[in-house]
């Protein structure tokens, strides 16, 4: 499966991005995916993980409430809304294409074997 993701760019404070995450390479979508951040020099952390038909979302803490991952078949989708200097990082897209049942390790990155090339995300304050 490739993921391509797409609408990063620079936003002030306070404002929304939403981000996008084609997949392609297979006939069907029915499996687990996420999202993922990461700036320069910081290990990848989890922001967000959406089962295969978008019924159940997870959120780490410092998203919920702001971020909303959804997702129609093969693409997935992020609103980000009151979006902080924070917030600045690289955004990926990742599948798990080999699982259809959600699990509890989806929040960190070693059951995704699909991973985008990242778009970024630039917050002003």
């Known amino acids: 499966v490739q993921l391509v993701e797409s609408g990063g760019g620079l936003v002030q404070a306070g404002g929304s991005l939403r981000l996008s995450c084609a997949a392609s390479?297979?006939?069907?979508?029915?499996?687990?995916m996420g999202w993922f951040r990461q700036a320069p020099g910081k290990e990848r952390e989890f922001v967000a993980a959406?089962?295969?038909?978008?019924?159940s979302t997870y959120y780490a803490d410092s998203v919920k409430g702001r971020f909303t991952s959804s997702r129609d078949n093969a693409k997935m989708y992020m609103q980000m809304n009151s979006l902080e200097a924070e917030d600045t990082d690289v955004y990926y897209c990742?599948?798990?294409?080999?699982?259809?049942?959600?699990?509890?390790?989806?929040?960190?990155?070693?059951?995704?074997?699909?991973w985008g090339q990242g778009t970024q995300v630039t917050v002003s304050s």
């Open positions: 959406i089962n295969w038909n978008g019924g």
């Open positions: 390479g297979r006939t069907t979508s029915s499996y687990p």
């Open positions: 990742a599948a798990d294409t080999d699982s259809f049942k959600y699990r509890s390790d989806y929040v960190t990155s070693a059951p995704y074997d699909s």
